[in-house]
């Protein structure tokens, strides 16, 4: 009797200990999402289901030898299928000056410089799609784009040989690229997470 009582309240405790341990963690993943949503100031954002953070990857780790790819705020990873997401968020300087204003209304930074695409672009895989409306909409966004980068021989962190990369932007505010690192026969999978995740970022009114 005394050694089942001894097991039980054995028992009792294990279980406080991991409920504690899970709410604790959980809020900690709460105070890292607002941190993010914090520092990057343009953007509302949720994390995924199914998805636990990783170290941002640091950026002397090259896609590819010849894409100079913007600093990743958070980088995450499915539990299930091993796809990865990294996230980058570029906020534009307000202009204070009309003139200021005008330079970055009409520079570059609201559109992909589709010329240039030929260097970064895997075109064995995919063309350039152009985000549809609705998509957009969903995001409180002007315009988005998906493409496949290239990635270097040899593997991205010697494990992820294909990327498909989403940038979208608004206007005169920023941008946000998106990149999905998956695996060899997951091109239906790796969709299906774009879908799934559609909208875990969302520019600010």
Not at 75 to 96: F, L, R, T, W
Not at 129 to 155: E, F, Q, S, T
Not at 170 to 192: A, H, P, S
């Amino acid at each position: 009797m005394i050694q089942r009582l001894t097991i039980k309240k054995g028992f009792q405790l294990l279980l406080f200990l991991l409920v504690a341990t899970s709410m604790h963690s959980q809020s900690y993943l709460d105070e890292y999402d607002q941190l993010f949503i914090k520092e990057t100031k343009i953007i509302n954002y949720h994390r995924p289901d199914n998805y636990f953070y990783i170290r941002p990857v640091d950026s002397y780790f090259e896609i590819y030898p010849n894409i100079l790819q913007s600093e990743f705020n958070i980088s995450m990873i499915n539990k299930d299928n091993q796809i990865m997401i990294c996230v980058a968020v570029i906020h534009y300087p307000e202009g204070k000056t009309r003139a200021q204003k005008y330079l970055i209304a009409t520079r570059d930074l609201n559109r992909l410089y589709e010329k240039g695409l030929s260097s970064v672009m895997d075109t064995r895989l995919s063309k350039l799609i152009y985000i549809d409306a609705p998509h957009i909409k969903k995001m409180n966004a002007n315009r988005g784009y998906l493409y496949n980068l290239k990635v270097r021989k040899n593997l991205y962190l010697g494990i992820y040989p294909r990327c498909k990369k989403l940038i979208v932007y608004k206007d005169n505010v920023g941008r946000v690229e998106i990149l999905f690192f998956y695996k060899y026969g997951q091109d239906d999978i790796v969709k299906q997470e774009i879908e799934k995740t559609w909208g875990m970022l969302k520019f600010k009114a």
